[in-house]
């Protein structure tokens, strides 16, 4: 009598809606890696200055806003130079924007590769956030060099203890955008237009959040738009860690925290409900 074949891997169609199989992606931990090493290398390639562009763009971004929220609109800095104060601001909201924007399109782009093998599909956005961190690390050097220079020429900068958070602060807006990025990336397998209405909506909250002002610049009847944005606290505390100003509270961390998991827990849900039947929709 010939023996019942013995399954290394048994692929089910459904799970429960709150499962994270963190042991499976950790089994293909491997693809991980080879996804983030590819949306680093697509990111610039064939173009002439290449990984530069990380450096490049901040700067350019910079100079702008100096320019026009500082010396034109002549927007308070708390009196720390504006140059370091926009790269604190853009560092912090550079990754949460791009990391948001990219997970949005997980379902949309990579739609063929769904329907050909069979891997856990969380590893895709995952992959984005992780990628991102490579852009984040060389942006966040760039603001040490431009904040050492300050530091260094006797300006109003003060870096304290509160800049060993930055673990924490970068968990956050990961957990952030990609609870949000999963989100939108599963109702947009049937409702496009979110694509176009999340890119605007991306730009406009940067100015509901205190990127190119301080949140003590807010007039008190507009702040609780800025408390209730739970970019602010990471953002300023970001800010009183490496310069020393911002409205730092550890209130407001937990409240990010907590936005942050509850994302987390519905981006859960509603990705694992698409993953079953996305392919009819997509």
């Not at 009598?1 to 459904?14: D, H, I, K, S, Y």
């Not at 990010?256 to 039947?277: C, K, P, R, T, Y």
Request: glycine share 6%.
């Amino acid at each position: 009598m010939a023996e019942e074949p013995q399954w290394t891997r048994v692929l089910a169609p459904r799970r429960s809606l709150l499962s994270l199989p963190l042991a499976e992606m950790w089994a293909y931990r491997d693809l991980l890696l080879l996804l983030v090493r590819r949306d680093f290398v697509a990111m610039y390639t064939q173009t002439i200055l290449g990984p530069l562009w990380f450096v490049i763009q901040p700067i350019l971004t910079m100079i702008v806003f100096t320019v026009v929220f500082g010396n034109i609109a002549g927007i308070s800095t708390d009196g720390v130079p504006g140059p370091v104060f926009y790269l604190a601001g853009l560092t912090c909201w550079t990754y949460f924007a791009d990391s948001l924007t990219k997970t949005s399109e997980t379902f949309t782009l990579n739609a063929s590769i769904f329907g050909k093998v069979y891997f856990p599909r969380a590893i895709m956005p995952l992959s984005i956030v992780v990628s991102n961190m490579i852009k984040f690390g060389v942006q966040f050097v760039l603001f040490l060099v431009f904040a050492g220079y300050f530091w260094f020429s006797g300006a109003k900068v003060a870096p304290n203890l509160v800049a060993l958070t930055l673990p924490f602060l970068v968990l956050l807006l990961a957990m952030l955008s990609l609870g949000a990025g999963m989100i939108v990336s599963s109702l947009t397998t049937k409702y496009r237009d979110l694509r176009f209405l999340l890119t605007f909506a991306v730009q406009l909250f940067m100015y509901a959040t205190p990127v190119i002002y301080p949140a003590s610049a807010v007039p008190e009847k507009y702040r609780i738009l800025i408390q209730i944005n739970p970019l602010s606290p990471i953002i300023e505390t970001f800010r009183y860690g490496f310069l020393g100003q911002g409205n730092h509270s550890w209130f407001g961390l937990l409240y990010s925290l907590g936005v942050a998991v509850v994302l987390m827990i519905v981006a859960l849900v509603i990705f694992n409900q698409v993953e079953n039947d996305f392919m009819d929709t997509v």
